[in-house]
């Protein structure tokens, strides 16, 4: 069985809503997956990983502080060749998903599913949809 883990975080509930829901089309996809916030997560959760998706919401044009502490957890992991995938909630400029696929790529050197998933404010159910298929998008890229 082929396994993924998805790490987010999230200030008022957006971007967690969208990661139960890649998380819910990944295991619909027969993907075993595990969720954690981000400043739970620790470079051995990576370990056996076929994909890690990460989520985080633009704030202040940037990514939520704990996803950019996690980053650093990441460094310790050999990631190079798995898959990779970000997603997140924004208001307007939504930068966070452009900077988590570009540390994605360039620090680890994964091999990342461009364009990431990017959702205005709360998802609506059309929203929640789109990330069910994000999630079932993943899975074939591992497949
Ligand atoms: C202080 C503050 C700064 C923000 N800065 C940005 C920003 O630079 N760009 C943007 O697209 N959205 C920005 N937002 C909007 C959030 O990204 C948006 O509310 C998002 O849905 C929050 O997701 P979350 O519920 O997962 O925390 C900001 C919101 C707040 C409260």
């Given amino acids: 069985m ?9 200030r008022s509930g957006n971007t967690e809503m969208m990661a139960k829901a890649i998380v819910a089309g990944l295991e619909e996809a027969g ?4 969720l954690k916030r981000a400043v739970r997560a620790k470079a051995d959760d990576l370990k056996d990983m076929d994909a890690v998706v990460l989520g985080s919401p633009t704030y ?9 502490t996690f980053l650093f957890e990441m460094e310790k992991a050999d990631l190079k060749g798995k898959v990779g995938a970000a997603f997140g909630s924004y208001g307007w400029s ?5 900077i988590l696929t570009e540390t994605m790529k360039n620090l680890a050197g994964m091999n990342v599913i461009e364009p990431g998933l990017r959702i205005k404010g709360r998802p609506t159910e ?3 949809k789109e990330c069910r298929e994000f999630g079932k998008k993943i899975a074939e890229k591992i497949k």
């Avoid at 993907?31 to 595990?34: A, F, G, K, S, T």
């Avoid at 939504?94 to 452009?98: Q, V």
Wanted: avoid cysteine.
């Fill in 2 to 10: 082929t396994k993924a883990i998805v790490i987010y975080e999230s």
């Fill in 31 to 34: 993907v075993d997956v595990e």
């Fill in 60 to 68: 202040v044009r940037s990514l939520i502080a704990a996803m950019k």
């Fill in 94 to 98: 939504g930068e966070s998903i452009e």
């Fill in 126 to 128: 059309q929203g929640l």
